[in-house]
């Protein structure tokens, strides 16, 4: 069985949520901070749940990857779909401050984006586009990397199918603008919000295997 602690009728005025999946050494108590702009919601994938029970109103323990266990998640919890804006979905080893993820949301909102992702300096990396441009602000792009993708309410939930176990994989991303009709101006890199990846988490190779199969299958299904 799910355990989990939810606070029914919370009385918050935040609209940003960030969901992390946790799992013993996870860096998320960088955002344990009363100046957060966000709900911080746990996801513990391991045996530290009572290691971390006392992190947030919100901690779950499920298993399975972060996408897969936001999907379930959402599916308990449908009610957090419409309390919230924006929703950046977060790696345990992700290492961000609370003042990049503020700003972060608060550029969501400024430049309508619809899905976005912090860039990468000194970091792991798969794609060079999401490296840190010291020249930008933002910087458009057809997709972004499934380390910790932010989505507004309206492509959190055109996506979210691909967020289930049998579908998701590396790739998947790459058809997430197609999912929320992409205006080629809502998807971005923000330079101005940096954080740093600590494990590599696919390799190209991997990616276009994925892309040949598990997400073709999805969009066949989608038809």
């Not at 441009?133 to 507004?152: D, H, L």
């Given at each position: 069985?799910?355990?989990?602690?939810?606070?029914?009728?919370?009385?918050?005025?935040?609209?940003?949520?960030?969901?992390?999946?946790?799992?013993?050494?996870?860096?998320?108590?960088?955002?344990?901070?009363?100046?957060?702009?966000?709900?911080?919601?746990?996801?513990?994938?391991?045996?530290?749940?009572?290691?971390?029970?006392?992190?947030?109103?919100?901690?779950?323990?499920?298993?399975?990857y972060k996408m897969d266990m936001s999907f379930q998640y959402f599916q308990m919890h449908p009610q957090f779909i419409e309390q919230y804006d924006y929703f950046l979905l977060l790696d345990d080893d992700i290492q961000i401050s609370v003042d990049s993820?503020?700003?972060?949301?608060?550029?969501?909102?400024?430049?309508?984006l619809k899905i976005a992702q912090p860039s990468l300096s000194n970091s792991y990396y798969t794609y060079e586009h999401t490296l840190h441009?010291?020249?930008?602000?933002?910087?458009?792009?057809?997709?972004?990397?499934?380390?910790?993708?932010?989505?507004?309410r309206e492509a959190l939930m055109a996506v979210m199918g691909t967020f289930e176990d049998h579908v998701r994989w590396c790739g998947i991303e790459y058809h997430w603008p197609l999912l929320i009709n992409s205006n080629k101006r809502d998807i971005a890199i923000v330079d101005s919000v940096q954080a740093e990846g600590q494990k590599i988490n696919c390799?190209?190779?991997?990616?276009?295997?994925?892309?040949?199969?598990?997400?073709?299958?999805?969009?066949?299904?989608?038809?």
């Open positions: 069985m799910n355990k989990q602690v939810i606070i029914n009728n919370l009385n918050t005025s935040k609209k940003n949520c960030v969901i992390v999946s946790v799992g013993d050494g996870s860096l998320h108590r960088q955002l344990c901070y009363d100046t957060a702009n966000f709900d911080l919601h746990l996801l513990v994938y391991d045996d530290t749940y009572n290691k971390y029970l006392g992190d947030s109103k919100f901690v779950c323990k499920l298993k399975g993820v503020n700003k972060l949301f608060e550029l969501m909102k400024e430049y309508r441009n010291p020249m930008c602000t933002i910087r458009y792009t057809n997709f972004v990397e499934m380390m910790m993708p932010c989505f507004s390799n190209k190779k991997q990616i276009e295997n994925s892309v040949k199969n598990n997400v073709l299958l999805y969009l066949s299904q989608k038809q």
